[in-house]
Nanobody
Framework: QVQLVESGGGFVQPGGSLRLSCAAS????????MAWFRQAPRKLREWVAG???????NYADSVKGRFTITRDNTKNTVYLQMTDLKAEDTAVYYC?????WGQGTQVTVSS
């Protein structure tokens, strides 16, 4: 059973940057699609970004041009680089592969 552990969340001012990390256990990481979701207070979870094993990426329109998903298969880790953060990016961010979700990491953007 794959396990995912996110880190890197925190408090940042508008316009700032953060990089989230998601470390995956198991030997199938390199052949797995990886994704980031988020859930803001009183809102439904929403998909943010995804990456295929061969490096193809996709982004939600709300983060396109500001967020970048990458992966390091040697470290079984996927990253989400977030720049030009806005208050509406405040949420708990989850790393996901298949039906497996991490525990989430809180990102708060506020002045």
């Amino acid at each position: 059973q794959v396990q995912l552990v996110e880190s890197g969340g925190g408090f940042v001012q508008p316009g700032g940057s953060l990089r989230l990390s998601c470390a995956a256990s198991g030997s199938s990481f390199s052949i797995s699609n990886m994704a980031w979701f988020r859930q803001a207070p009183r809102k439904l979870r929403e998909w943010v970004a995804g990456m295929t094993p061969n490096g193809q990426t996709n982004y939600a329109d709300s983060v396109k041009g500001r967020f970048t998903i990458t992966r390091d298969n040697t470290k079984n880790t996927v990253y989400l680089q977030m720049t030009d953060l806005k208050a509406e990016d405040t949420a708990v961010y989850y790393c996901v592969t298949g039906s497996v979700w991490g525990q989430g990491t809180q990102v708060t953007v506020s002045s």
